[in-house]
């Protein structure tokens, strides 16, 4: 059992549109962080959200993360192909960096 | 700057065999990081060590996996007697003091047949 639920799992759309991935958990993180992973290569770190309700902004994505600090989401505006990737979100807990990642959004922009 | 440098990138071995997987994390990070990366369980942290020393290992899957951080600058995953079900990518990460953002290295896919 994943203590940090994705959805949707996949997702396939257009180039233009707009779209949102969620992340849920019934448990409370002290921060969250949110990922992109390309095949062949191991995740990158997007965004860290530390405070309930904070809203982050990245050119065409803002990351938002729950007031109870138990769930966030990360809207893309206009996705182009370079967005492709498998989105992982990941909530951090205790000391020394200790994350427990989600079970990740498969999503494809197609041109 | 070098990233996080594992080796090798790929490895694929018989059933039984032993495995042993490198990892030497960026320069001047104190913690390091070993996941496990599958289609049906997604990410998993298998251990992580704080200035060379295990912190928590609870995510190792059984006795057959063993990690050791004998300096800064190295760090293997061994696994021994291999079996099919262990095959996934598995990735190490490092992250230096003060800060929670890891950086991932590529990854060593690795295949039990």
């Known amino acids: 059992t994943q203590l940090l639920e994705q959805s949707p799992q996949f997702l396939s759309i257009q180039e233009g549109e707009n779209l949102t991935v969620y992340c849920n958990s019934s448990s409370v993180f002290s921060s969250l962080q949110w990922y992109r992973q390309e095949p062949g290569e191991g995740p990158v770190l997007l965004v860290t959200v530390v405070t309930g309700g904070e809203v982050k902004k990245l050119k065409r994505l803002t990351f938002q993360f729950g007031d109870a600090r138990k769930d966030s989401s990360l809207h893309i505006t206009a996705a182009q192909p370079g967005d492709t990737g498998l989105y992982l979100c990941?909530?951090?807990?205790?000391?020394?960096?200790?994350?427990?990642f989600g079970s990740g959004t498969k999503l494809n922009v197609k041109p | 700057d070098a990233g996080v440098i594992q080796s090798p990138r790929h490895e694929v071995t018989e059933m039984g065999q032993e495995v042993t997987l490198r990892c030497k994390p960026i320069?001047?990070?104190?913690?390091l990081f070993w996941y496990r990366q599958t289609m049906m369980r997604g990410l998993e942290l298998l251990i992580y060590f704080n200035n060379n020393v295990p912190i928590d290992d609870s995510g190792m899957p059984e006795d057959r996996f063993s990690a050791k951080m004998p300096n800064a600058s190295f760090s293997t995953l061994k696994i021994q007697p291999s079996e099919p079900r262990d095959s996934a990518v598995y990735f190490c990460?490092?992250?230096?003091?003060?800060?929670?953002?890891?950086?991932f290295g590529p990854g060593t896919r690795l295949t039990v047949l």
């Open positions: 990460a490092s992250s230096g003091q003060g800060t929670d953002t890891q950086y």
């Open positions: 990941a909530g951090g807990r205790g000391n020394f960096n200790k994350f427990y």
């Open positions: 320069s001047g990070h104190n913690s």
